[in-house]
C-alpha cells in the first residue's frame, strides 16, 4: 500500500513540477514543487533497495543493469575528462538520473493485472485532466494569444503536452485491439485527448501520431490482417491530417495569414525551422535556431577533440545558466547561445558525446525490442508490450522534435513504463520457475508463446 501510494503522488507531482500557471502564482515557493518529485523518487530508490536485500531478487534482464552501470561509468568519465566542478556534475546527474527509481520499481514490486488496471486508470485520469486545463488556457488564461504555445496543459510546453497525448491514444488504441475496452469508449476519449493537439498547435502531432498509429496496427497483426490494419492506420493519419488542417484555419486564421498552415510545411518551416543553414553563435542569436542546426552545433563544438567527441563537455555543463553558480556548468553560455536543448540530440551529443548518445539509443531498443516480446502476452501486460511499443517508435522523431532531458512528465513516464515493460517481459520468460534466482537464468524470447506460464508472485507491492 505504502509503495504504491509514494508510487502514485511521485507521478502527480511530476504533473505538477512544470506546470506554469501554477509556479507563477506560488512565486518563491515555486522552486519547492520540483523537489517533491525528487522526493518521492528517492524514497522509491530507498524502498526498492530494501526490497531487493529482502528478497535478494530483482526481476530485470541483466542487459539492463550492464547498459545501466555502462552509462551511469560514461557519465563520470565525462565528468574527469573535462574537469568538472562537483556542484555542475551533481546537477547534471539529477537531471539524468531522479526518474530512475521508477525504472526499477516495477523489477523489485510485482504488479497484478488489478495493480496494472490501476495504474493505467491513474495515468489515464492525468491525461484526461489535460483537456480542462488546455480548455481554460486557451478561452479565459490567454484568450487574445495568437499563438497556440501557450495552451500545454499541466506540462511545459504544448509540444510536450502533444506527446503525452498521443502516447495515451496508442495504449487505448492497444485496449482496444485487445478487447478491453469498447469502440464506444475510445470513440468517446478520443475528442479529450485530441483537443489539446489541436489548441496548441502542435504541428509535430501529424507526423508523431502517424507513426504511433502504424507502429501500433503493425505489431499488433501479422499476414493479411497486417495490410488490413496498415491500410486502416494509414486512412486514420490522413482524415486526422485533414482534420488537423481544417482545424488549424478555424482557430488560428491569422497565423500565417494567406500562407495558411499548407505554406507553412511548404515554404516556413522547410526553410527555416529545418534548415540548417546559420553559421555561428551570432546569426543564432538573431532568431529561434533551426533544430537541425542544434545537432550540428553540438557536433561541430566538440569534434575538434576526441575525448570531447566520445564523453562531450560533462553533464550538467551545458545547463541553464540560470541555477545556482555552484551548479552552473563552465559551458552555459551555449545553452542560450546555440538554443541546444531543442532537441534531445544535440543536447545529448554536446553534454555526453557520441558515445553517450549511442547509450542512450542502444537503451531504448532494448526496450522497444522487449515491448515487441511483450505484446504477445495475455491480458494487461499483452496490452502494455503492445502500446509501449507504438509509444516508443516514436521516439527517433521526439528526439529530434524536443529535448527530454529537463522535462519531467515525458521522462518520469518513460522511465516508469519502460521499467514496466522491462519487468513483465522478464517474468513472463521465468514464470514457470517461480524459486529461481531470476538476475542468473538467460532469457527466452519463445516463454512469451507457453500457454501454462503465469507471472512471478513477488511479495511487497501492494495496490492503493
Known amino acids: 500500500m505504502f509503495v504504491a501510494l509514494v508510487l502514485y503522488l511521485t507521478i502527480a507531482a511530476a504533473f505538477v513540477a512544470d506546470y506554469v500557471d501554477l509556479l507563477r502564482l506560488l512565486g518563491p515557493a515555486a522552486r519547492l514543487v520540483p523537489l517533491a518529485t525528487e522526493l518521492g523518487s528517492g524514497l522509491l530508490f530507498v524502498l526498492v533497495m530494501l526490497e531487493i536485500g529482502r528478497n535478494k531478487q530483482l526481476h ?21 575528462v573535462n574537469s568538472m566542478s562537483s ?13 530512475l527509481p521508477l525504472f526499477l520499481v516495477p ?38 494569444n495568437p499563438t497556440g504555445d501557450v495552451v500545454r496543459g499541466t506540462l511545459p510546453s504544448g509540444s510536450m503536452t502533444t506527446i503525452l497525448m498521443v502516447a495515451a491514444i496508442v495504449m487505448l488504441g492497444a485496449l482496444r485491439l485487445r478487447g478491453r475496452i469498447s469502440t464506444a469508449s475510445l470513440i468517446g476519449a478520443l475528442p479529450i485527448l485530441l483537443l489539446p493537439t489541436f489548441l496548441n498547435e502542435t504541428k509535430a502531432s501529424i507526423f508523431l501520431l502517424g507513426v504511433a498509429v502504424i507502429a501500433l496496427a503493425w505489431q499488433s497483426s501479422s499476414g493479411a490482417q497486417r495490410l488490413r490494419r496498415l491500410s ?9 491530417v485533414a482534420t488537423y488542417f481544417v482545424s488549424y484555419e ?32 551570432e546569426e543564432a542569436k538573431a532568431r529561434i535556431v533551426p533544430r537541425s542546426d542544434t545537432i550540428v552545433f553540438s557536433y561541430k563544438l566538440i569534434s575538434d577533440d576526441f575525448a570531447s567527441l566520445a564523453f562531450g563537455l560533462g553533464i550538467g555543463n551545458v545547463a541553464s545558466p540560470k541555477r545556482y553558480e555552484l551548479l552552473r556548468g563552465a559551458y552555459s553560455e551555449y545553452f542560450v547561445d546555440y538554443d541546444v536543448a531543442r532537441t534531445t540530440y544535440g543536447y545529448t551529443i554536446l553534454e555526453t558525446g557520441i558515445v553517450g548518445l549511442v547509450l542512450v539509443l542502444v537503451l531504448s531498443a532494448m526496450v522497444l525490442r522487449d515491448a515487441a516480446v511483450l505484446s504477445g502476452a495475455p491480458g494487461l501486460r499483452g496490452v502494455i508490450g503492445l502500446g509501449w511499443f507504438a509509444a516508443l517508435a516514436m521516439l527517433p522523431v521526439i528526439f529530434f ?38 538476475i542468473a537464468q538467460p532469457e527466452n524470447d519463445r516463454a512469451i508463446a507457453a500457454p501454462e506460464r503465469q507471472p512471478i508472485n513477488v511479495r511487497g507491492w501492494s495496490a492503493p
Open 60 to 80: 530485470l534482464s541483466p542487459k539492463y543493469l550492464l547498459i545501466g552501470v555502462l552509462i551511469l561509468a560514461h557519465f563520470a568519465l565525462g565528468s574527469i
Open 87 to 99: 556542484g555542475a556534475f551533481l546537477a547534471g546527474l539529477r537531471d539524468y538520473v531522479k526518474f
Open 107 to 144: 523489477a523489485a514490486f510485482n504488479f497484478s493485472e488489478k495493480d496494472l488496471a490501476r495504474l493505467f486508470k491513474f495515468l489515464l485520469v492525468m491525461c484526461f485532466i489535460q483537456f480542462p486545463v488546455c480548455v481554460y488556457q486557451r478561452l479565459l488564461l490567454y484568450p487574445a
Open 232 to 240: 486502416a492506420a494509414g486512412l486514420l493519419s490522413i482524415l486526422f
Open 250 to 281: 478555424v482557430f488560428f486564421p491569422e497565423k500565417y495569414g494567406d500562407r495558411t498552415l499548407v505554406g507553412y510545411y511548404s515554404d516556413i518551416m522547410l526553410r527555416h525551422e529545418y534548415s540548417g543553414k546559420i553559421e555561428d553563435a
Open 401 to 438: 522534435y524536443k529535448s527530454l532531458v529537463h522535462a519531467s512528465v515525458p521522462t518520469a513516464l518513460l522511465m516508469l513504463l519502460s521499467g514496466l515493460v522491462a519487468a513483465l517481459r522478464f517474468r513472463e520468460s521465468f514464470s514457470s520457475a517461480p524459486e529461481a534466482h531470476p
